[in-house]
């Protein structure tokens, strides 16, 4: 059962323009979000986060926008740069009170490709 | 800055080869993660540890064991490779979060990853 996904396995997007990268999840008990990056041959590095208290955060030209009540969060990237080519993973950590082991569930990823 | 290396980049091996990866850290962080990728399928996990000695499965351990014998070392083993274990293997550590005085996030932190061929 696949309770974090990622629908679209690929996005092309122009330099400049806008990227979106969505993801949905089933599990209502998550409540901290966090985009990956990945380059080819290399480990995923970590992006932008959100607490599920929040709906939206902001770094730079990356923002995390969350809908608790859709089960949806989006990752915007604005403006789309060449070296923002890679591919995007969400994931997705339940919430609950004392230790977390820090235990994500990933989506499947979305390649996202922007043109020069 | 927060550093996981593997001990190769890439592998090959036989089948019913036992195989070792290892994992070093050197932030003391408390958990540590092994996942597989493959296309499509994402980022599985296989097993996590939160202190030394200390194992837990994760959503795909058949065919894998781990061990933890020192706090900043993580061993993900290969009893006997098959070719369905063909992947990128990646490593992971994060610190401990105790939620209620809100100490420490989830992120995850990643080495460069291991791309394993069973022959």
């Known amino acids: 059962d696949q309770q974090v996904k990622q629908n679209s396995p690929s996005l092309s997007v122009q330099e400049g323009r806008i990227s979106i990268l969505n993801c949905d999840y089933t599990?209502?008990?998550?409540?901290?979000f966090l985009w990956y990056k990945k380059y080819p041959a290399e480990g995923p590095t970590f992006l932008i986060s959100?607490?599920?208290?929040?709906d939206k955060n902001e770094d730079g030209r990356f923002t995390v926008f969350l809908n608790k009540s859709a089960k949806h969060l989006s990752l915007h990237i604005v403006p789309s740069q060449p070296g923002d080519s890679a591919v995007y993973f969400c994931?997705?950590?339940?919430?609950?009170?004392?230790?977390?082991?820090?235990?994500?569930?990933f989506g499947q990823g979305t390649i996202l490709t922007v043109h020069p | 800055d927060v550093k996981v290396t593997q001990s190769s980049r890439y592998l090959v091996k036989r089948t019913g080869e036992k195989v070792f990866l290892e994992c070093v850290q050197d932030?003391?962080?408390?958990?540590m993660f092994w996942y597989r990728q493959d296309p499509g399928l994402g980022l599985r996990l296989i097993y996590f540890?939160?202190?030394?000695?200390?194992?837990e499965k994760g959503d795909i351990p058949e065919g894998y064991s781990v061990s933890r014998e020192k706090k900043e070392r993580f061993s993900l083993i290969l009893e006997s490779a098959s070719t369905n274990q063909t992947s990128m293997y990646l490593c992971?550590?994060?610190?401990?979060?105790?939620?209620?005085?809100?100490?420490?996030?989830?992120?995850?932190?990643f080495g460069p990853g291991t791309r394993l061929t069973v022959l």
């Open positions: 992971a550590s994060s610190l401990l979060v105790d939620r209620w005085v809100l100490v420490g996030t989830d992120t995850q932190y």
């Open positions: 932030m003391d962080h408390e958990n």
């Open positions: 540890s939160y202190d030394v000695k200390m194992k």
């Open positions: 959100i607490s599920s208290i929040k």
């Open positions: 994931a997705a950590n339940l919430g609950g009170g004392g230790t977390s082991y820090g235990k994500l569930t």
């Open positions: 599990n209502s008990m998550f409540d901290y």
